[in-house]
């Protein structure tokens, strides 16, 4: 039997109870409807796959208005207008002019989680040439590094808050040089790593989460079948993120979940039947982040094999697999949390267990 092909578009369902800013065909951030899936690309509008998140929210009260007085500015630092375009085509974009030294531009923030890890990041290029500036911790004393060139660049940074003043910070602190860049919307967010642009106008903005569904219509067979997923991983991450989920009604009742376990650094396998644990297994199998993999996900009713890297890893034999799956939802934990913030590239789907050789094949990056 050979594979059902079928577009990811034709039978997705995508709910998401916010709008999104997403990078288009071309290379300009743009604002997506609510429900409307984030096709993400490159500034050179090449496709790199639907972009799946987590609900997240801006802590910076105005992320792009630098000019307002709650972005707090160093003697000898300017801000002003340019007329070159922002990531999203706009001439909303600021100069920011730095004198040198930890000199800088930066907005307090309170009501942080102390210990927990927050991520920073902003849009920015040089005006003309090259330029080296530094980012300050969400607390003051931490710096990172960034030369720029005149690309729009979305630098980030991340680290936990402490119970000391809280900021984020743009200076030159580490060369000490004076430098004059453009800026486009700040974010300071909970988390590891950066999500897509949220935009907010005097009081933290919010976006909700990715809820991504494949409808299990008459191209779906029951019992046996294999997915292989063509997904980027984020450039970091924290905790237990899911790549599927197949079950009936409840997730407690009858399911399969395939997920990544990144404080262990494993894939790991549940199976759930008629309420109770089946399997639950790590699998050994490490991904690297911020890269491409393809993995392969094979079950029938006696086994489960997962295919990374060429290698495939199984289950234990003896059991029967559940023949109602009527949910398939990819990226996170039921649409609500723990979103693989990566993007998927490219999904096939065939109605069979494939053998172990075809799992190798298809897992090799």
Not at 83 to 109: E, F, H, R, T
Not at 115 to 137: H, K, N, Q
């Amino acid at each position: 039997m050979g594979v059902r092909y079928q577009p990811l578009a034709a039978c997705m369902n995508l709910s998401r109870a916010s709008a999104k800013l997403i990078r288009g065909a071309d290379g300009l951030i743009a604002p997506l409807g609510h429900d409307q899936p984030g096709f993400d690309h490159d500034r050179l509008g090449r496709r790199l796959g639907l972009l799946i998140e987590g609900a997240a929210t801006n802590l910076l009260r105005h992320s792009r208005a630098f000019e307002n007085a709650l972005w707090e500015k160093d003697g000898g630092v300017v801000i002003g207008n340019s007329a070159i375009a922002a990531p999203d085509g706009s001439l909303d974009a600021m100069q920011l002019d730095l004198p040198g030294g930890s000199a800088g531009l930066y907005q307090n923030v309170g009501n942080l989680t102390t210990s927990e890890p927050y991520s920073l990041a902003i849009w920015i290029r040089a005006v003309s040439g090259t330029a080296d500036i530094t980012l300050g911790g969400i607390d003051g004393p931490s710096t990172h590094g960034f030369t720029l060139d005149e690309t729009w660049q979305r630098v980030w940074m991340s680290e936990p808050a402490s119970g000391t003043t809280r900021y984020p910070k743009i200076s030159t602190a580490i060369s000490g040089l004076p430098a004059t860049v453009l800026i486009w919307n700040a974010q300071l967010e909970a988390g590891v790593v950066p999500t897509s642009d949220i935009i907010s106008n005097g009081i933290p903005a919010a976006r909700a989460c990715d809820d991504v569904r494949l409808d299990p219509g008459d191209w779906f067979a029951q019992g046996a079948g294999t997915f292989v997923f063509d997904l980027v991983t984020p450039s970091d991450w924290s905790g237990i993120w899911r790549i599927v989920q197949m079950y009936s009604n409840s997730l407690n009742d009858d399911h399969l979940d395939l997920g990544y376990d990144s404080d262990a650094d494993q894939l790991r396998i549940s199976l759930r039947k008629s309420g109770t644990p089946i399997i639950t297994q790590s699998l050994y199998g490490q991904l690297a982040r911020n890269t491409r993999h393809r993995i392969a996900l094979a079950w029938e009713d006696d086994v489960i094999a997962v295919g990374l890297n060429g290698s495939v890893l199984k289950s234990p034999q003896g059991f029967a697999m559940p023949r109602n799956f009527s949910n398939i939802v990819l990226g996170s934990y039921d649409g609500v949390d723990k979103n693989m913030n990566g993007h998927l590239r490219n999904l096939a789907y065939w109605p069979e267990r494939l053998n172990d050789a075809r799992l190798s094949a298809l897992s090799e990056n």
